[in-house]
């Protein structure tokens, strides 16, 4: 079947390079036009195209005004800017305003074999897949600076060694800075760009955002403008979450503490909640709280894990202090190593990668494997060899 194309191009000489007849574009059904923004909401109703390329040489805010609306028509259209204008400015205006991609001016035949090239992939990640459903991770801190964000990229970091698909989604909406535990990356779009787009989100717009740590490790970063918290919407995050744990074998969410709707509505996907804590009386007295709420609210407290972190031997509160207070099972312990820890969050490093043989990294390498039982730590893969040592 033909795919659909339709292009809107400034100039004359651009309007006829496109309808010279092109051999390696026979599979396309395609129709050219001049134009601007004002015009694209009459092309998407006549036309009715799966992908449609538009050419602007302007791209002030009544220019982004105009091809949002006109694609509030067709949400489902793969919708392609060719502009002289490259900036990320543009780029995470363009992505809010529904675009999927930007392309450098001048529009060339090359330039419409490209976007064919990329909205196939895109489209072909948006149909309907039989996969299974990922597992979706809650990481939440008792109080602020209990390490559950280092811990969250981390663990993410050792599942994708495993060789599962892991994402991440920084769900502080406030104040997330995961992706800096993970090197430093050019986040071109974040959380609150994609939870937004409510019917134009799909599987092909979430895997172009996410910051591609590596082949089996994708973060969603959270927007760096803390005002835009109040303006995600539950049903945006809901969308978000389920794309994610039907393309990824792990889904990860970063948490904060504070308990609002949004945060809410995230716990309501996860298989397992990790609570973190530090021994001491503020992170046991927050634990506690927070158990109760969940408890109040229903939530089925067998997938509720408590996990210490910076675990040091003999001191004032001990893990009985910790269970009987909290009436939650320890799931587990994290080791304190200060410097090793230190060296990882200041550099941008997983510890994992950073000091492999480090007490926290064995920690998390187990971890994984729990999550991942087929894995035999006995085979001669990466997690299992850096156990042996």
């Known amino acids: 079947m033909n795919l659909k194309v339709s292009v809107i191009c400034t100039h004359m000489e651009t309007f006829a390079a496109l309808n010279t007849p092109n051999p390696e574009l026979s599979d396309v059904s395609l129709s050219v036009s ?3 923004a004002q015009t694209l909401a009459n092309v998407l109703r006549r036309q009715q195209p799966e992908v449609i390329l538009l050419d602007i040489e302007e791209s002030d805010e009544e220019t982004m005004l105009q091809i949002e609306s006109a694609l509030k028509i067709a949400p489902s259209t793969h919708a392609v800017l060719v502009s002289p204008d490259q900036s990320t400015a543009l780029l995470m ?5 529904g675009v999927r991609e930007i392309l450098p001016a001048p529009m060339t035949a090359e ?6 090239k990329h909205a196939r992939g895109h489209l072909s990640l ?10 979706v991770i809650a990481m939440i801190p008792a109080k602020g600076g209990a390490g559950a964000t280092f811990l969250a990229a981390n663990l993410a970091f050792a599942l994708s060694k495993l060789g599962k698909r892991v994402a991440v989604l920084d769900l502080n909406l406030y104040f997330g800075d995961l992706i800096l535990f993970t090197g430093s990356h050019n986040v071109a779009s974040n959380l609150f760009d994609l939870a937004r787009q409510g019917e134009r989100l799909d599987a092909a717009l979430l895997d172009s955002s996410m910051v591609k740590v590596s082949e089996h490790l994708h973060i969603l ?7 835009h918290a109040s303006e995600i919407s539950t049903t945006g995050l809901d969308r978000l979450i389920e794309l994610a744990r039907n393309q990824y074998d792990f889904v990860v969410l970063d948490l904060s503490s504070m308990l609002d709707e949004v945060t809410l509505k995230a716990l309501d996907f996860a ?3 990790y609570l973190t804590i530090q021994l001491n009386l503020p992170s046991l007295h927050a634990a506690k709280r927070i158990v109760t709420f969940f408890r109040d609210r229903g939530y089925p407290l067998d997938k509720l894990g408590i996990v210490v972190n910076r675990f040091e031997k003999g001191g004032y509160i001990s893990l009985e202090d910790v269970a009987k207070t909290t009436h939650s099972k320890i799931d587990r312990t994290i080791q304190n190593s200060f410097s090793a820890v230190s060296a990882s969050v200041n550099q941008g490093i997983p510890i994992l990668e950073l000091s492999p043989r480090d007490p926290v990294a064995r920690a998390l390498v187990e971890w994984a494997q729990e999550l991942v ?4 730590p006995a085979k001669k893969n990466w997690l299992s060899n850096l156990l042996s040592h």
């Open 34 to 36: 001049t134009g601007s």
């Open 93 to 97: 205006r363009a992505m809010r305003a």
């Open 111 to 116: 330039t419409l074999k490209l976007a064919i």
């Open 126 to 135: 948006a149909k309907p897949q039989d996969t299974k459903v990922g597992q």
């Open 221 to 227: 970063a959270a927007s760096d403008t803390p005002e």
């Open 271 to 273: 298989d397992n909640i």
């Open 373 to 376: 039982p087929s894995v035999k």
